[in-house]
Structures are given as structure tokens and as C-alpha cells.
């Protein structure tokens, strides 16, 4: 069965420097993988959507690539500051042709002023 | 403000009573989603409409129905309530089933059932 992986662990930074998330998964080729920020108590926020025909993304301090040999796509946050401390969760869409994203589980940013 | 609205934002209940979390959207999207949310499980769709009429089962439906009421308002009803139901359920909505523009989701509803 499919499967997503995003590094459980909380990703520490400083104010500044570019964060680098990355997502992992398995047993499928999705056509299309989406990025989205949850803060506590609040429910998910679309940030980006990457084609599996596209290479990379950009949006403002965002980009996104995708490696569909390694099956791989990595988040980055240029000049991070303390307000992108969140959850981040990938989301390539579901096999079987629904389109419909499976989330993974998502990383936790902090980035220390 | 336009986006998706979710009643009640919290509850609590007692195994094997029932009740109905309801949802609305106003920016006029064909497809809506009830996903549940565990800590460590990430979010997991429970049923989904892809237009109005329609339903269809996601990944984890047993224990729930839903209702698409209309365009705007897709329910989520737990008919006898169980722990394992206590969990976070955000309702999204998307205007294009490929996901161009991602999915807007609620603030979600905070269930617990003891």
C-alpha cells in the first residue's frame, strides 16, 4: 500500500537560515503533490501544489521540488523567521485515480529568533 | 468571511449516544471531505462528496455517515458514539478535483467520547 514518509522529529533553526522539509513516498507515483502549514488548534492551510511534470515550485520564500525517481519531494523556507514555526504536511494524491491527497503525518518547524 | 465552517468546535459525549457534526462552505465548491486527525496517525479521510448527490467512502468510514445536504453542507453523523471515535474532524472543501488549488479546511471539531 502507499506510503508517506516526513521525518517525525521537530526541525530546529535558526531566524535566517532556510529550512529544508522533506517528504518520502512509496509504492505509488502520485500525479501531483500538495504542501500545507497547521498551527495548533487550527486546522491545515494549502500552501503549494507541484505536477509530477514539474521540477520545482516557487511562492515567495517557498519552494518546492519534485523528484519523482527518488520519490521525493523537499519543502524550503528561505530567510526563515519565528512566525513559520508550524507543522508542515505533505500530501501527494491518493492511487486509484481519485486525486484525492493522502496527508502524511508532518514535521514540526521551530525557528529560534 | 468566505472559507469553511465547522459546528459544534468542541464535544463531549457518552459511549453510544449519537450525533451530527456539521459543515458548510460558501465559495460554491463541487467536492467536500471529512478527515480525522490523531496524534502521530496524521489526518485520514472518512468519507468524501464529490458533488452534490454523491458520497463515497475514504479511508477509515466505519462508525460514521454523512449526508451532502446540498451544495454547501455535508454532515458527519456518529449514530453511537464509541472511544475510538475521539479524535480532532476538520471538514475541507476543493473546487477542482485535481487539486489545483488545494483544499480549504475548517477549524475543526474537538470530539472526545468517554
Known amino acids: 500500500s502507499q506510503k508517506i514518509e516526513q521525518n517525525s522529529e521537530a526541525l530546529n533553526i535558526q531566524e535566517g537560515k532556510t529550512a529544508t522539509l522533506t517528504c518520502n513516498y512509496t509504492?505509488?507515483?502520485?500525479?501531483?503533490l500538495q504542501w500545507y502549514r497547521q498551527d495548533p488548534g487550527r486546522g491545515p492551510v494549502f500552501l503549494l501544489l507541484?505536477?509530477?511534470?514539474?521540477k520545482e515550485k516557487r511562492k515567495e520564500r517557498l519552494k518546492v521540488t519534485f523528484d519523482t525517481t527518488l520519490k521525493q519531494s523537499l519543502f524550503h523556507i528561505t530567510a526563515s523567521q519565528p512566525a513559520d514555526s508550524a507543522t508542515y504536511l505533505c500530501?501527494?494524491?491518493?492511487?486509484?485515480?481519485?486525486?484525492?491527497?493522502?496527508f502524511g503525518r508532518g514535521t514540526s518547524l521551530i525557528v529560534h529568533p | 468571511n468566505a472559507g469553511v465552517t465547522q459546528t459544534p468546535k468542541f464535544q463531549v459525549l457518552k459511549t453510544g449516544q449519537s450525533m451530527t457534526l456539521q459543515c458548510a462552505q460558501d465559495?460554491?465548491?463541487?467536492?467536500m471531505y471529512w478527515y480525522r486527525q490523531d496524534p502521530g496517525m496524521g489526518l485520514r479521510l472518512i468519507y468524501y462528496s464529490a458533488s452534490e448527490g454523491t458520497t463515497d467512502k475514504g479511508e477509515v468510514p466505519n462508525g460514521y455517515n454523512v449526508s451532502r445536504l446540498n451544495k454547501r453542507e455535508f454532515s458527519l453523523r456518529l449514530e453511537s458514539a464509541a472511544p475510538s471515535q475521539t479524535s480532532v474532524y476538520f471538514c475541507?472543501?476543493?473546487?477542482?478535483?485535481?487539486?489545483?488549488?488545494?483544499?480549504?479546511f475548517g477549524s475543526g471539531t474537538r470530539l472526545t467520547v468517554v
Open positions: 509504492n505509488y507515483s502520485p500525479a501531483y
Open positions: 507541484i505536477r509530477e511534470n514539474e
Open positions: 465559495m460554491n465548491h463541487n467536492s
Open positions: 475541507a472543501s476543493s473546487g477542482d478535483g485535481t487539486g489545483d488549488y488545494g483544499y480549504t
Open positions: 500530501a501527494p494524491d491518493s492511487s486509484g485515480g481519485s486525486y484525492i491527497p493522502t
